[in-house]
C-alpha cells in the first residue's frame, strides 16, 4: 500500500482554468490503431467563486473534460458548463445556488425587503452537471442527482441547453448511474410522491433515438414503482440494478428527511447535506420488480445496515439473482468524509478521519426467486458457486447474508466498471475499479468475482480516476481490451496530468499521453467511439 505524506492528494481539488482550444498530448508507447474515439469526463473544476470556498467534493462547479484519440494522436480539452449555478456565479461574482454541501446565501447588497422576499420564493435547486455524461438518442446529456440535466456537445463541449426531468415525468431527480440497452434504451431511478402523498422511487425509461428527430426525453414514462419504508422520508440512491428481466434496488438507512428540506431550507439557510439522516434501526431492505410488464414483487428481503453508492453487476441464474456490490459498512453517511477539508487535511490526518469513517467491502447477496423453495429457516441458495445465503424468516422476511468479494481495511475497490456493453445484466468475471486509499485515489484495480484474484496498477505520487473499459473489437475474451484513465502526478516536472492506457488483462501499460496541465478530480464518465 503506496503512502502519500508529500500530499500530492490535495492539488486534485484545486481549481483550475477551462481551456480555449484542444491541446496536444505528447505520447509514449503505441495506441491500438482501433482505439479511435473521445474519453468523456465530469468533474468539479472550480472549488471557489471569488472569496467564498465550496465546502463539499460534490459542490466545486461542473467541469468537462475530453481525451480525443485518432490516428495514435491524442488531444485535451476541457469546458466549465454553462449551466445556471455557474452564469449566474460569473455574473454575481459569488455563490448565487445552494450546492450540495454550500449553502448560497441572498445577496448582501439588496436591501433587507428584497433579501426576505428572495428567501420565500422556495428552493433553487442546483443544475451543476458535474457527476457523470450519458447519451439519450443521439444526444449526449451532463448529469448530477437533481431533476436538471444539461445537454452538451461532444465535440465543442458547449453547454447546449438546461432540461428539466419534471416537465415529462413525476420523479424529484434522478441518479446520475442510467442503465443503458444496446438498442439505446435508457432507465433510471428517482424518488417521486406516490399514492396519498407517501414517498416511492420510480423506475423511468427513455426510449431511443426517434424517427422524425423527435427527443426522446418526450416520450419518457414511469416503468415501475418501489415503495418507501418510511412515508416521509425517502432512502438517497445513487445506482440500481438491473438483469435482463428483472430491477433491483437497495433502500439503505441513509434517508432524506424531505420536511426538513421544504422547511428549513427557505428560512434556515440549509443545504442538502443538512437533509441527511441516518435511520439505525431499519438494517438494509433490497426490492425486487419485473422488468416486462414492470410489477413489484412484495417479498420482503433484509440484511444488516450498509449504504451502497455504486451497484458492479446483476444477473439471474437458476432462479436466483446474483447482485454485486460497493458497499460501505454500517449507517454513517460516507458524504459526511468527502467535504474538502478532510480531503485537502496532511497524510496522517487523511488516514486518522478514515479510521473513524465506514469500512468499505465488495459484497456479493443474492436474492432467491421463489422463496418457498425451502422450509423456512433453511438456506434458499443452492448456486454451488456462492457462500451467499437467504433465509426465510417466521415474520415472512427474507434474512440475507453476502459472500465478501474483497475486502481490505480503508482500501475501497469503488467507482466499478465491467465489459458493459457485452456483459450488463449478464454472468459475467471482471470488474474494474478505482482503489480509494483512506478515500484518496491512488491505484486501478481488477478483481476476478469468482476466483477473487486480484491486479492493481499504481506508481508513487499518482492520483488517477475511475477506469473505463473499452472492448477490442476483434475481442475473443470478456477482459479483451483496454482501461483508460486519467493519472495526475502533481510532482512531476512537466508532464503533471496523462491519459493512461491499460491492458484490460493484467493492468500493464499500452500507452500514455502527458499533457502539461493539471487535471483536477473526476467523477464518471464515457468513452465515445
Same mark, same amino acid.
Given at each position: 500500500?503506496?503512502?502519500?505524506?508529500?500530499?500530492?492528494?490535495?492539488?486534485?481539488?484545486?481549481?483550475?482554468?477551462?481551456?480555449?482550444?484542444?491541446?496536444?498530448?505528447?505520447?509514449?508507447?503505441?495506441?491500438?490503431?482501433?482505439?479511435?474515439?473521445?474519453?468523456?469526463?465530469?468533474?468539479?473544476?472550480?472549488?471557489?467563486?471569488?472569496?467564498?470556498?465550496?465546502?463539499?467534493?460534490?459542490?466545486?462547479?461542473?467541469?468537462?473534460?475530453?481525451?480525443?484519440?485518432?490516428?495514435?494522436?491524442?488531444?485535451?480539452?476541457?469546458?466549465?458548463?454553462?449551466?445556471?449555478?455557474?452564469?449566474?456565479?460569473?455574473?454575481?461574482?459569488?455563490?448565487?445556488?445552494?450546492?450540495?454541501?454550500?449553502?448560497?446565501?441572498?445577496?448582501?447588497?439588496?436591501?433587507?425587503?428584497?433579501?426576505?422576499?428572495?428567501?420565500?420564493?422556495?428552493?433553487?435547486?442546483?443544475?451543476?452537471?458535474?457527476?457523470?455524461?450519458?447519451?439519450?438518442?443521439?444526444?449526449?446529456?451532463?448529469?448530477?442527482?437533481?431533476?436538471?440535466?444539461?445537454?452538451?456537445?461532444?465535440?465543442?463541449?458547449?453547454?447546449?441547453?438546461?432540461?428539466?426531468?419534471?416537465?415529462?415525468?413525476?420523479?424529484?431527480?434522478?441518479?446520475?448511474?442510467?442503465?443503458?440497452?444496446?438498442?439505446?434504451?435508457?432507465?433510471?431511478?428517482?424518488?417521486?410522491?406516490?399514492?396519498?402523498?407517501?414517498?416511492?422511487?420510480?423506475?423511468?425509461?427513455?426510449?431511443?433515438?426517434?424517427?422524425?428527430?423527435?427527443?426522446?426525453?418526450?416520450?419518457?414514462?414511469?416503468?415501475?414503482?418501489?415503495?418507501?419504508?418510511?412515508?416521509?422520508?425517502?432512502?438517497?440512491?445513487?445506482?440500481?440494478?438491473?438483469?435482463?428481466?428483472?430491477?433491483?434496488?437497495?433502500?439503505?438507512?441513509?434517508?432524506?428527511?424531505?420536511?426538513?428540506?421544504?422547511?428549513?431550507?427557505?428560512?434556515?439557510?440549509?443545504?442538502?447535506?443538512?437533509?441527511?439522516?441516518?435511520?439505525?434501526?431499519?438494517?438494509?431492505?433490497?426490492?425486487?420488480?419485473?422488468?416486462?410488464?414492470?410489477?413489484?414483487?412484495?417479498?420482503?428481503?433484509?440484511?444488516?445496515?450498509?449504504?451502497?453508492?455504486?451497484?458492479?453487476?446483476?444477473?439471474?441464474?437458476?432462479?436466483?439473482?446474483?447482485?454485486?456490490?460497493?458497499?460501505?459498512?454500517?449507517?454513517?453517511?460516507?458524504?459526511?468524509?468527502?467535504?474538502?477539508?478532510?480531503?485537502?487535511?496532511?497524510?496522517?490526518?487523511?488516514?486518522?478521519?478514515?479510521?473513524?469513517?465506514?469500512? +468499505?467491502?465488495?459484497?456479493?447477496? *443474492?436474492?432467491?426467486? !421463489?422463496?418457498?423453495? $425451502?422450509?423456512? %429457516?433453511?438456506? &434458499?441458495?443452492?448456486?454451488?458457486?456462492?457462500?451467499?445465503?437467504?433465509?426465510?424468516?417466521?415474520?415472512?422476511?427474507?434474512?440475507?447474508?453476502?459472500?465478501?468479494?474483497?475486502?481490505?481495511?480503508?482500501?475501497?475497490?469503488?467507482?466499478?466498471?465491467?465489459?458493459?456493453?457485452?456483459?450488463?445484466?449478464?454472468?459475467?468475471?471482471?470488474?474494474?475499479?478505482?482503489?480509494?486509499?483512506?478515500?484518496?485515489?491512488?491505484?486501478?484495480?481488477?478483481?476476478?468475482?469468482?476466483?477473487?484474484?486480484?491486479?492493481?496498477?499504481?506508481?508513487?505520487?499518482?492520483? +488517477?480516476?475511475?477506469?473505463?473499459? *473499452?472492448?477490442?473489437? !476483434?475481442?475473443?475474451? $470478456?477482459?479483451? %481490451?483496454?482501461? &483508460?484513465?486519467?493519472?495526475?502526478?502533481?510532482?512531476?516536472?512537466?508532464?503533471?496530468?496523462?491519459?493512461?492506457?491499460?491492458?484490460?488483462?493484467?493492468?500493464?501499460?499500452?500507452?500514455?499521453?502527458?499533457?502539461?496541465?493539471?487535471?483536477?478530480?473526476?467523477?464518471?464518465?464515457?468513452?465515445?467511439?
Amino acid at each position: 500500500i503506496i503512502e502519500h505524506p508529500a500530499g500530492g492528494y490535495k492539488r486534485i481539488f484545486e481549481s483550475c482554468e477551462e481551456l480555449a482550444e484542444p491541446i496536444p498530448a505528447h505520447v509514449t508507447g503505441v495506441i491500438p490503431a482501433w482505439l479511435n474515439g473521445s474519453l468523456l469526463r465530469l468533474g468539479p473544476g472550480l472549488f471557489e467563486i471569488g472569496d467564498e470556498p465550496f465546502y463539499h467534493l460534490f459542490d466545486g462547479q461542473a467541469l468537462m473534460h475530453k481525451f480525443d484519440l485518432k490516428n495514435g494522436k491524442v488531444t485535451y480539452y476541457r469546458r466549465f458548463l454553462r449551466t445556471d449555478a455557474y452564469v449566474r456565479a460569473m455574473t454575481e461574482k459569488r455563490i448565487v445556488i445552494t450546492e450540495f454541501g454550500t449553502t448560497a446565501y441572498p445577496d448582501p447588497c439588496k436591501n433587507i425587503f428584497s433579501r426576505f422576499f428572495t428567501y420565500f420564493q422556495g428552493i433553487e435547486v442546483t443544475d451543476n452537471c458535474l457527476v457523470n455524461v450519458y447519451p439519450i438518442g443521439e444526444d449526449f446529456y451532463a448529469c448530477t442527482e437533481t431533476n436538471f440535466i444539461t445537454k452538451v456537445n461532444p465535440d465543442t463541449l458547449e453547454t447546449v441547453k438546461k432540461v428539466d426531468l419534471c416537465n415529462y415525468l413525476s420523479i424529484n431527480g434522478a441518479t446520475a448511474h442510467p442503465h443503458i440497452e444496446q438498442d439505446g434504451t435508457v432507465y433510471n431511478i428517482g424518488n417521486c410522491f406516490g399514492k396519498n402523498m407517501s414517498l416511492a422511487y420510480n423506475i423511468i425509461k427513455i426510449p431511443p433515438a426517434q424517427k422524425g428527430k423527435s427527443d426522446p426525453i418526450e416520450k419518457s414514462k414511469v416503468v415501475v414503482q418501489f415503495p418507501s419504508s418510511e412515508r416521509f422520508k425517502p432512502s438517497y440512491v445513487h445506482s440500481f440494478g438491473k438483469t435482463e428481466n428483472y430491477f433491483v434496488f437497495i433502500e439503505t438507512p441513509i434517508k432524506i428527511n424531505l420536511l426538513k428540506f421544504l422547511s428549513l431550507w427557505s428560512i434556515m439557510g440549509t443545504n442538502y447535506m443538512d437533509c441527511f439522516e441516518t435511520n439505525d434501526k431499519m438494517g438494509t431492505w433490497f426490492h425486487l420488480a419485473t422488468k416486462h410488464p414492470g410489477e413489484y414483487i412484495d417479498y420482503k428481503f433484509r440484511t444488516s445496515t450498509f449504504s451502497v453508492f455504486h451497484h458492479i453487476n446483476c444477473y439471474e441464474d437458476q432462479g436466483f439473482i446474483v447482485v454485486d456490490l460497493c458497499t460501505w459498512k454500517g449507517y454513517d453517511f460516507v458524504y459526511n468524509y468527502l467535504y474538502l477539508a478532510n480531503l485537502k487535511q496532511n497524510w496522517e490526518e487523511v488516514k486518522k478521519a478514515a479510521m473513524r469513517a465506514p469500512q +468499505p467491502e465488495v459484497r456479493r447477496y *443474492v436474492l432467491p426467486l !421463489d422463496i418457498y423453495r $425451502e422450509e423456512p %429457516g433453511k438456506n &434458499l441458495i443452492s448456486l454451488s458457486y456462492t457462500t451467499a445465503t437467504a433465509v426465510l424468516r417466521s415474520d415472512g422476511t427474507i434474512w440475507l447474508e453476502p459472500e465478501v468479494l474483497f475486502s481490505a481495511p480503508r482500501q475501497a475497490f469503488e467507482f466499478p466498471q465491467i465489459n458493459y456493453s457485452k456483459y450488463s445484466g449478464k454472468d459475467y468475471t471482471f470488474a474494474y475499479g478505482l482503489g480509494l486509499n483512506h478515500f484518496i485515489p491512488d491505484r486501478i484495480c481488477k478483481l476476478n468475482v469468482k476466483s477473487k484474484e486480484t491486479w492493481v496498477w499504481d506508481k508513487p505520487d499518482s492520483y +488517477p480516476s475511475e477506469p473505463l473499459f *473499452v472492448q477490442n473489437p !476483434d475481442a475473443q475474451n $470478456e477482459d479483451d %481490451g483496454v482501461l &483508460l484513465t486519467i493519472v495526475v502526478n502533481p510532482g512531476a516536472s512537466k508532464h503533471p496530468a496523462y491519459l493512461l492506457i491499460l491492458n484490460a488483462r493484467d493492468l500493464t501499460e499500452i500507452a500514455r499521453a502527458e499533457v502539461d496541465v493539471i487535471i483536477p478530480v473526476t467523477l464518471h464518465g464515457m468513452y465515445k467511439a
